[in-house]
């Protein structure tokens, strides 16, 4: 980021913006000219920068963990409202510690990227994919049915497999991920993290049943009434926006 032609406004300096103005430098994030934006949008555009910073993780560039939650809570509440069915699902990178015991960690790192990289590739603009920790990842895939899952789950699951990773000059290695889903229940005013819980039961079984697999929870199947929908629309917390 090159510095600003002018230094920033009295207004902006009292606010001692220089750690965050170091960390979007780090980021590679470009601020406006101050000479062509008034203080008001350059100031805009440090918050919306350091916004992004925080949502973001910063070795893979997909969305992190505090992002990934804030989204989940969300379509709880829309599948709870709306009724459509919506997948969530995490993916662990198998046998991971091996490939930083024998290559070292910044093999490792360019493992999480290649893998981040190809997960970003098997969503559409309206699923979200985070790094949820360490080796692990998750998806939510709104409007996904159930009849569609175990071929969505299956296909992020052969493009890791199919990956060649290059980690030095003139080396590679090749890894496979186990992958858990859930559904959230229709109609039903669960919670993110009961929906994590069931999905992470999930990739436990694929793990156990031997890895590189996808194991997904089956959807309950329940009747609401009209009357009942009518409950959850009346108590949900976003039905100012349905």
């Not at 299956?154 to 559904?183: D, K, W």
Request: contains cysteine; glycine residues 6%; negative net charge.
């Amino acid at each position: 980021m090159p510095p600003p032609t002018d230094p920033p406004t009295r207004e902006a300096q009292a606010l001692n913006l220089d750690a965050a103005l170091q960390l979007l430098d780090q980021s590679g994030h470009r601020l406006p000219d101050l000479r062509e934006a008034g203080k008001a949008v350059w100031l805009q555009a440090v918050i919306d920068g350091l916004c992004e910073l925080s949502s973001r993780d910063p070795l893979t560039g997909l969305a992190n963990r505090r992002h990934f939650e804030l989204m989940l809570a969300g379509e709880v509440d829309r599948v709870a409202r709306a009724g459509e069915p919506a997948l969530v699902l995490m993916i662990d990178i198998d046998h991971f510690k091996k490939v930083n015991d024998a290559h070292g960690h910044p093999a490792g790192d360019e493992v999480l990227k290649h893998v981040a990289h190809t997960l970003q590739d098997c969503i559409r603009p309206m699923d979200t994919v985070a790094r949820f920790g360490g080796e692990e990842f998750a998806m939510i895939l709104p409007n996904c049915p159930p009849s569609f899952a175990q071929a969505v789950a299956e296909r992020i699951r052969i493009r890791i497999q199919s990956m060649t990773i290059p980690i030095s000059p003139g080396e590679t290695v090749r890894v496979t991920v186990s992958l858990g889903g859930a559904f959230a229940p229709q109609w039903v005013r669960s919670s993110a993290l009961l929906w994590v819980e069931r999905a992470d039961q999930q990739l436990y079984r694929a793990k156990t049943e031997g890895r590189n697999r996808a194991c997904l929870e089956q959807p309950a199947v329940s009747l609401v009434s009209p009357e009942e929908k009518g409950l959850l629309f009346g108590t949900s917390q976003f039905q100012d926006f349905a």
